[in-house]
């Protein structure tokens, strides 16, 4: 199992990467837009990646191209709330295909998807830190060429402890 800790770490097998964590550190998530890393234990679904950015992306989870009109909605009003939806949307969502490159690569966490909450948080990933580890909305960041290998080496069904 993957151990993410409040210091900022990320543990698994031999490798400890340094990560960011959510504004508001790690607690029990709340609501939307809180700034808090989920504590739990949660399923890596899939990854999402720039395939103009990232090349030949070994893994054994299930692998999806980010195009242009692709978004995730965070939006508690939509009734595709904390999914995936195609842009432009009327609803609020994020954006995949951006040009400050933290979402060239993102492994989506299960976090609030089966049921999904209305209003208890959405887009939950790890996906590329920002410089200095900056802190997040709530996501797990690591330096890209760490996101790579860890996903290299997670298996199919691979849990995340965030503690």
Not at 21 to 34: A, C
Not at 83 to 93: E, G, M, Q, R
Request: charged share 30%; glycine share 6%; aromatic share 12%.
């Amino acid at each position: 199992m993957i151990i993410v800790k409040k210091s900022g770490y990320l543990f698994f097998k031999n490798f400890k990467f340094r990560c960011s964590l959510g504004k508001n550190g790690i607690s029990n998530k709340k609501k939307e837009g809180d700034g808090i890393t989920p504590r739990g234990i949660y399923k890596l679904t899939k990854i999402f990646y720039r395939e103009d950015k990232i090349k030949n992306i070994i893994a054994k989870i299930k692998k999806v191209k980010i195009k242009k009109n692709m978004g995730w909605c965070d939006d508690p009003k939509s009734k595709f709330y904390n999914k995936l939806v195609k842009l432009p949307n009327k609803f609020s969502y994020e954006k995949l295909y951006r040009k400050d490159n933290i979402y060239n690569i993102v492994i989506v966490l299960n976090y609030n998807t089966n049921p999904v909450i209305k209003n208890k948080g959405s887009a939950i990933f790890i996906h590329i830190a920002k410089k200095n580890y900056k802190n997040t909305q709530g996501c797990l960041g690591l330096k890209q060429e760490d996101l790579i290998k860890l996903i290299q080496i997670i298996k199919k069904n691979q849990k995340i402890k965030i503690i």
